[in-house]
């Protein structure tokens, strides 16, 4: 019989998490608790775990967004992400769900709430879904997103990100996060990459670039390596 | 730092505004079927739980991303963490996603949980509800408990670590009729607001 110890989800250090309000985004006040701080709870069986075989609601095979599904290439930096999935023991987290979604190349996204005047590119829906393997390594074939203004905050700009969601082995390993490009300009200008009180936390959010020959040359190659909280705890899979 | 030190968590970031309508197919918000195409669970009440997201002033949180989370009807989890793991209901899911519409709306079909003996106390039936949109930066959790079980909230572990019992009346759902022989329950989470009206979120 397995069981977590009381320790496997210690609280997140605040200096690594991001802290609001944000400057120019009204909805981190908007839709934040003015309540503060948040109430304590304990953690009981319902926040340790969570599902463990969400493959036939959330089905994975999305991993090349560069080629349309009739065959069409998007406009673009053709790039490669992959990386590996760890808890905070580095221990791989195998059948974990990544989801991704971004911007096309133009900096504009294929959802209809996305009104910026910048071209869609009709060969890129710019999201993907993918299953860690048994090494816990993620990897999907995309296009360097644009960076775009913030629609109705003032002039600032979004970085090129890719966004990440990460269904793990329990529900307080759940992590929702973004990626962001090595030496880009606008990187140090984010607000939301700087609402990370701690440098190095934000540089963990900045992907690596790696030799191109790992994916045959064609791909500029980043790695990214996610890790979803837990110690000791991410439980053998069925 | 020593390869035996921990990894820090990754930093969390919202989902902006943008999360992909496409990510979601007919039945994600669905926890009573393990696939779209898999008939529900047999065990247990079926029931709708419904409401808004709203955000400062009243207005409604617009395509905020809704997860779910519960035990089955017998208050079990099909999961290794679970002592009880091997009892549990076969083909109920007990997860489901769902987005809100114009009016901040959105809906969960699932079964009436029950609940269970944890090391933190007698837990009460209860959802589990995390809330992501933009601006969120961090998901926001809450619980959700049912009217008919009045003298197990009484006793409930996370109910009991809200300071007082105005806080705790704001988490029990209200009995809201009937679709199709369905009880609906509402539950409406107020993301920003007066302190008498605002919903307790907690510490994820």
């Given at each position: 019989m397995l069981t977590g110890p009381p320790d496997c989800f210690s609280p997140y250090d605040e200096a690594g998490q991001p802290q609001v309000p944000i400057s120019g985004y009204p909805n981190t006040v908007r839709r934040h608790p003015s309540s503060l701080p948040l109430f304590r709870r304990p953690v009981t069986r319902t926040e340790l775990t969570g599902p463990l075989d969400l493959t036939p609601k959330l089905q994975p095979g999305d991993s090349n967004l560069a080629v349309s599904p009739d065959g069409?290439?998007?406009l673009g930096q053709l790039i490669h992400i992959s990386g590996r999935v760890l808890d905070e023991d580095r221990r791989p987290v195998r059948n974990a769900v990544v989801e991704i979604w971004q911007a096309n190349a133009a900096g504009r996204y294929f959802n209809p709430l996305d009104q910026r005047d910048a071209p869609l590119d009709p060969n890129f829906i710019g999201n993907g879904r993918a299953l860690t393997d048994g090494n816990g390594d993620y990897a999907f074939f995309t296009i360097r997103p644009g960076a775009y203004p913030v629609p109705n905050s003032g002039r600032w700009w979004r970085p090129p990100h890719v966004h990440f969601s990460i269904l793990g082995p329990g529900s307080l390993s759940r992590l929702v996060t973004q990626m962001y490009f090595p030496g880009d300009p606008l990187n140090v200008h984010d607000r939301l990459l700087n609402s990370l009180p701690d440098?190095?936390?934000?540089?963990?959010?900045?992907a690596r670039e790696v030799s191109t020959e790992e994916v045959d040359g064609e791909w500029l190659a980043y790695r990214h390596r996610l890790v979803l909280r837990g110690r000791h705890a991410t439980p053998p899979l069925p | 730092m020593s390869t035996n030190e921990p990894l820090p968590p990754t930093g969390w970031h919202t989902i902006g505004p943008f999360f992909p309508r496409t990510f979601f197919k007919a039945g994600d918000n669905d926890l009573t079927r393990l696939a779209p195409e898999a008939a529900p669970t047999a065990r247990g009440e079926r029931i709708i739980l419904h409401g808004r997201v709203l955000e400062e002033g009243g207005?409604?949180?617009v395509n905020a991303v809704l997860e779910a989370w519960?035990?089955?009807?017998?208050?079990r989890f099909r999961h290794p963490l679970d002592p009880h793991h091997a009892e549990a209901d076969p083909d109920f899911l007990g997860w489901g996603r769902a987005w809100t519409d114009a009016d901040?709306?959105?809906?969960?079909?699932?079964?009436?949980?029950?609940?269970?003996?944890?090391a933190a106390g007698p837990r009460a039936p209860h959802v589990n509800l995390?809330?992501?949109?933009?601006?969120?930066?961090?998901?926001l959790v809450t619980t959700v408990f049912f009217p008919a079980f009045e003298a197990a909230n009484t006793r409930d572990p996370i109910l009991l670590a809200l300071p007082r019992d105005g806080l705790r009346r704001r988490l029990v759902a209200a009995e809201d009729g009937t679709a199709g022989g369905i009880r609906r329950f509402r539950f409406d989470l107020v993301l920003h607001g007066l302190p008498e009206e605002e919903t307790p979120f907690f510490v994820d």
């Open positions: 069409r290439h998007a440098l190095a936390a934000r540089e963990r959010l900045v | 207005g409604p949180c519960q035990a089955d009807a017998g208050g901040g709306r959105y809906e969960f079909h699932t079964i009436m949980p029950a609940g269970y003996a944890d995390s809330v992501l949109a933009s601006g969120i930066m961090r998901r």
